[in-house]
C-alpha cells in the first residue's frame, strides 16, 4: 500500500463503522491523519472504533438531522483540532423494484440519507474549511456517488436519482469554492461487494455483475485508494470532477 500524505490532518467519514466508509478511514488513519468516525449504527462505530485506536473518534449520527450533523461537526472539530477531509459515505440502496411499485415511504428515506444527508454533511463543513489558512481556505470533500448514477439502474429508481443528484451537487459546490483552496469530488463505483448487498436481490446483485466488464465486483481497498489521494494536499486542480470506479462499465 503506497502510503498518501495526511500527516496531521483530520478527516471525517460518514458511514465509517462499515464497508467502503471503514475502508476510506482505515486507509486515512494509515496515512497519518487523525479520523472521526459518523455511523449511526452505534455497535458497529464502537468495533470500528476498536480497531483504528485511541487516537481517532467517533459519534452516531443520522445525517438527514441537521441539528445533529452540526453537533457531530463541533464534536469531531473539537476532538481533531481541525478538520481537512470529508468523506460522505453513508447511504442505503432502498427496496429493488420498479418505479410504478416503489413505495412513496421507501423513496424519500433513500433520497433523505443519499441525498439530503450529503448536502447536509457538505454544507455543515464548508465554513469551518474557508476559514482555514488564514482565510484562503483548505479542505477536500469526496463524495460517495455510483456509477447508477450516471446509467440509471432498473428497478433501482431511487438509488439511482439520489446518486446522479450527489453529482450534480457535487459540481455545483465544486464551481462555488473554486476560488479558494477547498476541493468538492465525487467517485462513481460500480458495485462493491459489502454488507449494503444484503439489501438487494439475488437477480439485482448479477445484473449489476453482467454490466462490468473486468468480470468481478470492486474491492474496498480500491476505492479507498483513490479517496485517500483525493483526501490529499495533492489533490489539487481537480474539483466538481467525477472519478470512474466502475471495472470498465462507464462509457462517459
Known amino acids: 500500500m503506497n502510503r498518501l500524505d495526511m500527516q496531521g490532518r483530520g478527516a471525517i467519514v460518514t458511514g465509517g463503522a462499515a464497508g467502503i466508509g471503514l475502508a476510506i478511514a482505515r486507509r486515512l488513519a494509515a496515512s497519518g491523519a487523525r479520523v472521526s468516525l459518523w455511523d449511526r449504527d452505534a455497535g458497529a462505530l464502537e468495533r470500528a472504533l476498536k480497531e483504528l485506536g485511541s487516537d481517532h473518534h467517533g459519534h452516531v449520527v443520522d445525517v438527514t438531522d441537521e441539528t445533529v450533523v452540526a453537533a457531530a461537526r463541533d464534536a469531531s472539530i473539537a476532538a481533531l483540532g481541525r478538520v481537512d477531509a470529508l468523506v460522505c459515505s453513508a447511504g442505503i440502496t432502498g427496496p429493488n423494484t420498479t418505479v410504478e411499485n416503489y413505495p412513496l415511504a421507501a423513496w424519500q428515506q433513500v433520497i433523505d440519507i443519499n441525498l439530503t444527508g450529503v448536502f447536509l454533511c457538505n454544507r455543515a463543513l464548508v465554513a469551518h474549511m474557508r476559514a482555514h489558512d488564514g482565510g ?37 459546490l465544486g464551481k462555488e469554492l473554486a476560488t479558494t483552496g477547498i476541493r468538492v469530488n465525487c467517485i462513481t463505483p460500480a458495485a462493491v461487494k459489502t454488507g ?15 454490466k462490468i466488464p473486468l468480470g468481478r465486483f470492486g474491492e474496498v481497498d480500491e476505492i479507498a485508494a483513490l479517496v ?21 462499465r462507464a462509457v462517459y
Open 196 to 210: 449494503m448487498f444484503s439489501q438487494m436481490t439475488q437477480a439485482h446483485i448479477d445484473y449489476m455483475l453482467s
Open 228 to 248: 485517500g489521494w483525493l483526501c490529499t494536499e495533492e489533490c489539487s486542480f481537480s474539483t466538481g470532477a467525477v472519478f470512474d470506479l466502475s471495472g470498465g
Open 136 to 172: 484562503k481556505g483548505y479542505g477536500r470533500i469526496v463524495n460517495i456517488a455510483s456509477i447508477a448514477g450516471k446509467e440509471g439502474n432498473p428497478n433501482a429508481s431511487a438509488y439511482s436519482a439520489s446518486k446522479a443528484a450527489v453529482i450534480a451537487l457535487t459540481k455545483s
